[in-house]
């Protein structure tokens, strides 16, 4: 059997990478046992702290990252506040019940029952610092080694420099400028590859509450554009975000998917009531099929995601509500809204995720998460069945894969951060954290996509169980 796809809708999510807080869904409901997770959200909608927009004093002391150390006594020079930080993540998932050998519906959370190395994320950058006239300027270069690369690469960008389960990827790579123009704090810019900014949680390890990802942060948010975004900081508490890119983990030429313009378009609001409430609003819009001819793999069975010449009139529509309330100084509770259609490929995909999170103590926070999410046509919640399966579908490439039918998904995770003060105050390099979970995923229009491959010949799961309890634990070391 052969199918064409779009395979281009993504994550990525907010990509605050340090000092996050953790916010728990607590919404979804089903009625079946209850999963569990933990949910961290970043306080601010659409920061990222591996690359702040705003000038940094120059007397600034040089924090636990810092590569160069100024010597006292010593004239101040630009690189003093050059950062390096790397972070290791390794996992377990558990799911006795699969005769898949996967747990369906997740990315980087894809293989059951197995131990995995899933990122060494390594990043070298400078924030913005003012270097004179209400200018600033600051860079950010990251890369990911494991098994996560093979869900987050950029075409163009060393897409397939490696096939096996643990592969190496480019993930940010952006010059960041502070320009003291039109508004009374100026704009931020960012040009290169960079996260997308829609959804609530990040690929890097700490950019999000739990192992296991929301259906919609895997699915239909951007992961990695490449292009300019202006951030332009209308008021004290409003951001005006306006972006152009060349699409959802694609550049140019023969690793572009069409020769159409896409772009970010929302706002952002920061510290309302007192400083408890955070919130954006953004789109990212534009033609996301591949104009490529369809191709045939060798034996007639797959086929690549090429749409032809249309692919460059059908637009994609993608917008993303994120809202943070913080209740107290220990309690959050998030809300994220995701929908996107496709003109091209008439797939509706929508989503609501909602989290609580609750720092029990410096060293225990305690997560939830709830979501409902619904794939009308059944295309876009997909299985890649190949270590390269997700690249190829990206380059128009065919590639081995399978679905479900239509299908509403229920999710509810529960789970903690567990931050070891034992070890970590014992550890002179990085600290340790532990994020136990449990998962419950359900259909709930009948379907039975959980815990089988289709029959032979066939691509869609029709013949699985309408549920999957899984049990998932990661083990993070950072710097």
């Not at 933990?38 to 636990?64: H, K, M, N, W, Y």
Request: net charge negative; charged share 15%; with cysteine.
């Amino acid at each position: 059997m052969r199918w064409k796809k779009r395979v281009t809708i993504m994550h990525v999510s907010v990509k605050k990478y340090h000092s996050l807080k953790m916010a728990l869904v607590f919404g979804g409901m089903f009625s079946v046992l209850p999963d569990t997770g933990f949910a961290q959200i970043p306080d601010q909608p659409v920061g990222d702290e591996e690359r702040p927009l705003t000038a940094v004093s120059t007397q600034e002391e040089a924090d636990t990252g810092n590569i160069f150390h100024r010597k006292p006594g010593q004239p101040h020079s630009y690189w003093d506040n050059l950062v390096g930080h790397l972070s290791v993540e390794a996992s377990v998932t558990g799911n006795p019940w699969t005769k898949s050998g996967r747990n369906f519906g997740q990315f980087y959370a894809d293989r059951s029952n197995t131990v995995t190395m899933n990122q060494i994320l390594g990043s070298l950058s400078h924030p913005v610092e003012d270097v004179g006239h209400g200018y600033g300027i600051g860079f950010v270069f990251e890369s990911l080694y494991g098994s996560d690369a093979r869900f987050d690469p950029t075409a163009g960008m060393a897409s397939g420099a490696l096939n096996s389960l643990y592969q190496w990827i480019p993930t940010q790579a952006h010059v960041d400028f502070k320009l003291p123009w039109i508004f009374k704090n100026g704009i931020d810019l960012q040009i290169g590859q960079q996260y997308g900014l829609l959804g609530s949680e990040g690929t890097p390890a700490l950019a999000r509450p739990f192992y296991t990802f929301n259906y919609a942060s895997d699915y239909i948010v951007p992961f990695e554009v490449v292009g300019i975004t202006a951030t332009m900081h209308v008021t004290d508490k409003m951001d005006w975000i306006v972006g152009i890119d060349a699409g959802n983990s694609t550049t140019f030429g023969k690793y572009g998917n069409n020769s159409r313009p896409k772009g970010t378009f929302g706002f952002a609001w920061n510290n309302l009531l007192d400083g408890k409430l955070n919130m954006h609003i953004l789109g990212h819009f534009g033609p996301q099929g591949n104009n490529g001819r369809a191709l045939t793999s060798p034996d007639g069975y797959w086929t690549s995601a090429g749409m032809g010449k249309i692919a460059n009139q059908k637009m994609q529509y993608n917008a993303d509500f994120l809202a943070t309330y913080h209740l107290n100084k220990a309690m959050s509770v998030t809300v994220d809204g995701t929908y996107l259609h496709d003109d091209l490929t008439r797939d509706d995909v929508y989503g609501v995720s909602t989290y609580f999170a609750y720092d029990i103590n410096p060293s225990l926070t305690f997560n939830a998460r709830g979501e409902i999410f619904r794939d009308n046509t059944g295309a876009v919640i997909t299985e890649y069945s190949s270590f390269t399966s997700f690249t190829k579908a990206i380059t128009n490439q065919p590639y081995p894969y399978y679905i479900a039918e239509p299908t509403t998904y229920g999710e509810l995770t529960v789970g903690a951060t567990y931050r070891p003060d034992f070890i970590n105050r014992h550890v002179s390099f990085g600290s340790f954290s532990f994020r136990p979970e449990i998962r419950l995923d359900k259909s709930l229009n009948g379907t039975h996509p959980f815990n089988r491959a289709p029959a032979a010949g066939e691509y869609v799961v029709t013949n699985g169980t309408n549920n999957m309890l899984w049990f998932n634990c990661d083990a993070i070391w950072a710097f």
